[in-house]
């Protein structure tokens, strides 16, 4: 038993050391053959899934801007939002990659500003959000540029315009301010831009708007900011406090009504008022429809033109909203300034002949005939050239009176129907009465006194 496992040993180590002989002859050819194996390998693995390089257009990310405006630095960037990036990766990765995939990160805290602080360069951060540790990155753009200027806030009174026209007969109160609210906005924004600004406006549009009675219109407007000139400024760069102002416009019923005007007074020497010339002769009034149905016209005083001793004509401004009725005010408060022009002058003189028949006679005792002593009779008319030039002897209609008088010669003022723009001097008549016959128609005599009373005359 001892000599079977002694021979056995023995079988074992010379079998040992044949394996040895075997794996240690020619020992640089077999480590030669297992590089080469290796490197054969290598090489078909690659000629199977290769490193490819491809071209992305990567999305900027912008982070930490804040960082920047708590310098009260506005930035802008320069480059715009995208950059091209080259990537490099095994084929079976980069091809399912896309742009949405890669972003290209600019942290402004990181931020270099130039000397002047008007620029600054921010490196960029490239990842993807599909194997990106597999990838490698080459872009000839690691950087972003921006612009830099200061950033400020101001505050304005933030004021309602009204646009557009309400339905017929009615419009906007011209007499209380449009409510908005807020009432102050603050715009904050790049020095450039905010420091151009004049005014902040909130717009509401009217068009077609109107009912019954007064009406009030509320809407939220977008507010808008315009330079002294009245241009509106693009507020892409701007930041409000308010991104929606409240704006309560009020619609009221209108009217429009003459505009009369009144002197007191006598001018000197022989002077008269020969006319009254305004700018404005009717305007339109806004209110409530009770309060305009009680208005057909805007009365001016003769107060407030007093031409007592004056010498020749002269102009005025009148304000007329004192003389609105309560409740009641103009559409455009422009025209509440009227410029007045008193025309003072000395009147021409024309002289007419009329003829006593064709007055009329009024108050004749039935039991009377009147005869005239003259068929005609002179009448001087004063006035203005122009309005003598178009009056005739036939528009002078001439009034007597004869109430209570009695047989026997009589004279008797005349009485004109004109209006006041012309003057007419004392006329007079000469005529007599005596009573009629008795052997007269009573009737007749009767129907003679209802004669004379329709101005008829019996010579």
């Not at 496992?5 to 044949?18: A, E």
């Not at 931020?111 to 080459?138: G, P, Q, Y």
């Not at 507020?235 to 009369?260: C, D, G, Y």
């Amino acid at each position: 038993m001892k000599r079977a496992d002694l021979n056995y040993s023995r079988g074992g180590k010379r079998m040992g050391k044949k394996i040895l002989r075997t794996l240690t002859n020619n020992i640089w050819y077999k480590i030669l053959a297992l590089f080469l194996a290796f490197i054969l390998w290598l090489v078909v693995y690659n000629i199977d899934d290769p490193n490819v390089t491809k071209t992305f257009t990567a999305s900027v990310k912008i982070e930490n801007g804040e960082s920047l405006l708590n310098q009260k630095l506005y930035y802008e960037v320069i480059d715009g939002t995208s950059v091209k990036v080259a990537i490099t990766g095994k084929r079976s990765v980069i091809q399912n990659i896309d742009d949405s995939d890669i972003t290209a990160t600019a942290d402004l805290s990181r931020a270099e500003l130039a000397k002047d602080r008007k620029s600054a360069t921010v490196s960029l951060e490239f990842m993807s959000s599909r194997s990106n540790s597999l990838l490698t990155f080459n872009s000839t753009s690691a950087v972003i540029h921006l612009s830099i200027e200061d950033y400020v806030k101001q505050t304005f009174k933030v004021e309602a315009e009204v646009t557009g026209t309400p339905a017929e007969g009615y419009a906007t109160n011209s007499e209380h301010a449009h409510v908005v609210t807020p009432t102050m906005m603050t715009v904050s924004g790049p020095a450039s831009v905010v420091n151009e600004i004049a005014s902040c406006k909130a717009i509401i549009d009217v068009s077609g708007l109107g009912g019954q009675g007064m009406d009030t219109i509320r809407d939220n407007a977008i507010p808008e900011v315009y330079d002294s000139e009245g241009n509106k400024i693009d507020a892409s760069k701007l930041t409000f406090s308010s991104s929606r102002v409240s704006v309560e416009v009020e619609i009221m019923n209108t009217k429009t009504v003459p505009v009369k005007f009144n002197t007191t007074g006598t001018p000197a020497d022989d002077l008269n008022v020969i006319g009254i010339q305004q700018n404005v002769n009717e305007v339109e009034i806004q209110g409530s429809a009770a309060a305009l149905n009680l208005v057909s016209a805007i009365e001016v005083p003769g107060e407030v033109l007093n031409v007592d001793g004056a010498s020749a004509s002269f102009s005025t401004t009148v304000d007329i909203s004192e003389y609105l009725p309560e409740g009641v005010s103009l559409v455009q408060p422009s025209q509440a300034q009227i410029t007045v022009t008193v025309e003072i002058e000395e009147y021409e003189e024309k002289e007419f002949t009329i003829n006593t028949a064709d007055l009329t006679v009024t108050g004749l005792d039935p039991n009377l005939e009147m005869a005239f002593t003259d068929a005609t009779i002179t009448v001087k008319v004063s006035g203005k050239s122009s309005d003598l030039a178009n009056l005739t002897a036939a528009m002078l209609s001439g009034t007597i009176n004869v109430d209570g008088m009695t047989a026997g010669p009589h004279t008797a003022t005349i009485s004109f129907d004109l209006d006041s723009d012309y003057k007419i001097a004392k006329a007079t008549v000469t005529f007599t009465l005596k009573e009629k016959q008795n052997g007269d128609d009573p009737d007749n005599s009767d129907n003679q006194g209802d004669s004379e009373n329709d101005g008829n005359t019996t010579e």
